[in-house]
């Protein structure tokens, strides 16, 4: 299966608005006189759009270098005979809507209308594809050799991400001028559409439902010791990942399973495509071969007898209508590679009925499904709290109802409770001869608040162990839908989803104020889904003033990611500490974000420590 989007009649639309609002204005005029005896060159041009954008061209030659037969139907075509700048590329998509005709090897004569495809739509910000769409086809002979690849390798590949955008055209780089040699993203644009080649490669993104992978050209670029790329800085994107799609379609050949840290060996050929979902793309006619490096599966240590343990776990929107073998796994997970901790915050637990949108609420179906299947693998018979949200008013999957779930061994630990609480109560701080304590427990904290407007509302709990008290902020923050990628046509690009994050973070943040200005050595862990990065405005905000600490810092900056995304190891899920807590013993446990094979998209986290 393809992830590019199948490209319609409204390609021509979208071209239409784009020239309308001066967004693909070509920079260069052709030479050739009314469209004809133009060359590939001269389409694809020195900048990201065609300077013919828009115009009938004739006669346009090449060397059939792939042909795609499903999802976005079309073939690429080559020049052999290519001009001597770097900056233009010498292979062209040509866009057919229907299963193409031609054949690798074939020489064709082209007509048609030079396009600027935008995957996902102008408002994604993403960079656009230059094709001819509306083709007439003339086959003039077959059996030709294909153009000879360009090597994409750790020297081809500059180390600079991007430059910046030009402040006149609203950050765009569209109209810059290619820098190959300098910009890693230029350079992958002057081979847009060419016959490329990559050489063995590490696998930095495990195989996912869409029939691809993610490998790295560059092998020693922020490498951790499990094989993948780690994500650390907005400004070190990691220049040598490149997603791997097949051009054979899964019916006739599967699409092999790679695990992050494996090799896809021998030699991965075929045209470099431009998708929605990661941008650059080999599409490969020839595919190399996996090899299996054997990434095992984390397991963390348990907790001593004086050690309390707290985890955070997003189960990927969990609902009794899921398969068993989901629940049995997850549960296993936590018995087994979790360690069985005295307090586990969850995310994404949805209702009774999941997606089913008929209001309910309640998920005390999905919770017993659970811990029922924890206690069947052997581990503690957990008991839960947690609060019902509002009937869609939380985000997430419509009808799903998403919410925050504790789940606590009573054996170990034990929940305060304290009445009151509900969808739209909030949780307050009080507190006598400098003990801090919820007014309801469990708790939402300032539901009303605009920041927590279709998201998830912070589920606070009071618990005590060995006598002392322990404050549990669990989160799942807004979710980074809407941010333009990385590969961008504004650089930097737009990350308009942090600003609610940021006032999210500025609301839990206010609240463990509150606890610390009652009782200044207060346990407090702030834990679960931030969906932000350890250095990104969101984490500043939560530990502005000293309130908090990212445990995640205290890991080397190899082990510090809970997700992979388009091949970059990151993080998304956070464990923070008030400064009470001064020695822990902290682990993001790796055991789905690397693999084909997972029970969640995300890794969890578990802290340790002596209140």
């Known amino acids: 299966m393809s992830s590019s989007i199948p490209r319609t009649a409204a390609v021509a639309a979208v071209v239409s608005a784009a020239l309308a609002a001066g967004l693909l204005a070509g920079s260069a005029s052709a030479s050739a006189e009314d469209g004809a005896g133009v060359r590939i060159h001269d389409i694809q041009g020195t900048t990201r759009v065609s300077p013919l954008v828009g115009q009938q061209v004739t006669g346009v030659t090449g060397i059939v270098t792939g042909v795609r037969a499903y999802g976005s139907r079309g073939f690429?075509?080559?020049?052999?005979t290519p001009d001597a700048n770097p900056a233009t590329?010498?292979?062209?998509?040509?866009?057919?809507?229907?299963v193409p005709t031609v054949a690798v090897g074939d020489a064709v004569s082209v007509n048609g209308t030079v396009t600027e495809y935008v995957p996902g739509g102008l408002a994604s910000g993403n960079q656009s594809l230059t094709q001819l769409s509306k083709p007439v086809v003339t086959v003039v002979s077959q059996g030709n050799p294909v153009p000879a690849p360009v090597t994409i390798s750790s020297w081809?590949?500059?180390?600079a991400y991007a430059p910046a955008g030009d402040p006149a055209a609203d950050g765009s780089i569209n109209g810059l001028t290619l820098k190959p040699r300098k910009y890693a993203l230029d350079y992958y644009e002057s081979l847009e559409g060419t016959n490329v080649r990559i050489g063995t490669s590490r696998v930095v993104g495990a195989t996912d439902p869409y029939a691809e992978?993610?490998?790295?050209?560059k092998p020693w670029e922020n490498a951790n010791r499990r094989g993948g790329t780690v994500y650390g800085s907005y400004e070190d994107q990691n220049t040598g990942r490149l997603?791997?799609?097949?051009?054979?379609?899964?019916a006739q050949q599967p699409f092999p399973e790679a695990n992050v840290g494996d090799v896809l060996a021998g030699a991965t050929e075929g045209p470099l495509d431009f998708n929605q979902y990661g941008g650059y793309t080999l599409t490969a006619r020839t595919l190399g071969t996996v090899v299996d490096r054997g990434l095992k599966r984390e397991t963390t240590d348990r907790q001593h007898r004086n050690e309390l343990a707290v985890a955070t776990y997003n189960v990927e929107n969990l609902d009794p209508t899921d398969?068993?073998?989901?629940?049995d796994a997850l549960a296993k997970a936590v018995v087994e590679n979790l360690a069985s901790p005295d307090i586990v915050a969850l995310e994404e637990i949805q209702d009774d009925n999941g997606a089913k949108n008929d209001g309910t609420v309640s998920a005390g179906q999905t919770v017993k499904k659970f811990t029922d299947a924890i206690v069947a693998a052997g581990g503690p018979a957990y008991e839960w709290r947690s609060v019902d949200p509002e009937n869609n008013k939380d985000g997430g999957e419509p009808g799903g109802n998403i919410r925050q779930v504790f789940l606590f061994n009573p054996a170990r630990v034990s929940f305060t409770d304290r009445p009151g609480g509900d969808a739209t109560t909030?949780?307050?701080?009080?507190?006598?001869?400098?003990h801090a304590a919820l007014t309801v427990s469990p708790g939402r904290i300032d539901p009303a608040n605009t920041a927590w407007a279709d998201s998830r509302k912070p589920l606070a709990g009071e618990f005590v162990f060995r006598g002392r008290t322990v404050f549990v902020i669990a989160n799942h923050f807004g979710s980074k839908g809407g941010d333009e990628s990385i590969v961008s046509h504004h650089q930097p690009p737009n990350r308009s989803s942090e600003a609610k994050r940021l006032l999210q973070a500025q609301a839990v943040n206010g609240f463990v104020k509150q606890l610390l200005a009652v009782e200044k050595q207060a346990d407090v862990l702030v834990v679960g889904d931030i969906n932000d990065f350890e250095f990104s405005g969101t984490t500043k905000a939560l530990t502005a003033g000293g309130a908090l600490y990212p445990a995640v810092k205290s890991l080397p900056r190899g082990e510090r990611y809970s997700y992979v995304y388009q091949g970059n190891s990151q993080v998304l899920d956070q464990i923070l500490t008030s400064p009470g807590i001064r020695h822990f013993a902290y682990d993001s446990v790796h055991i789905n974000a690397e693999f084909a094979d997972q029970d969640s998209d995300h890794d969890p986290q578990v802290l340790r420590f002596r209140p």
């Open 213 to 217: 992978l993610w490998v790295t050209v």
């Open 76 to 80: 690429w075509i080559q020049d052999p």
């Open 243 to 250: 997603q791997v799609q097949s051009l054979v379609p899964t």
């Open 426 to 434: 909030a949780t307050g701080v009080t507190g006598r001869k400098g």
């Open 89 to 98: 590329s010498e292979g062209l998509f040509v866009f057919t809507s229907s």
């Open 156 to 159: 081809s590949v500059p180390d």
């Open 323 to 327: 398969p068993q073998e989901k629940f």
